[in-house]
Nanobody, 122 residues
């Protein structure tokens, strides 16, 4: 079992930045970020391969968010710039230990963090 811990959530104003980190307790193959906005279903934000190649970013965050990875430390980061009010939500780190793909849907991941809250408001 791999444990995932997210840190870095907090409050920001629209146009501001936040950086999220996720640390895995063991080696994982693909990692991803998901967001659950208040009253909404969890949605995919980004996925990244072990080697650091980005699998993809959701259209809503492309150009504003950057996903990166330090596989030597089993860590993944989400740099969130030009935040919007709709960026508000709980952000979850997800990981997949094996397989041949890097999913962009929640069903493809088998380990989840507890989430960290991001609040963007004026």
């Amino acid at each position: 079992q791999v444990r995932l811990v997210e840190i870095g959530g907090g409050s920001a104003q629209p146009g501001g930045s936040l950086r999220l980190s996720c640390t895995a307790s063991g080696d994982v193959y693909c990692m991803g970020w998901f967001r659950r906005a208040p009253g909404m279903l969890r949605e995919w934000v980004a996925s990244i391969w072990r080697g650091g190649e980005t699998e993809g970013l959701a259209a809503a965050v492309k150009g504003r968010f950057t996903v990166s990875r330090d596989s030597s430390e089993n860590m993944m980061f989400l740099q969130m710039d030009r935040l919007k009010v709709e960026s508000t939500g709980a952000y979850y780190c997800a990981a997949r230990r094996g397989g041949t793909g890097c999913p962009t849907d929640s069903g493809g991941f088998d380990h989840w963090g507890q989430g960290t809250q991001v609040a963007v408001s004026t």
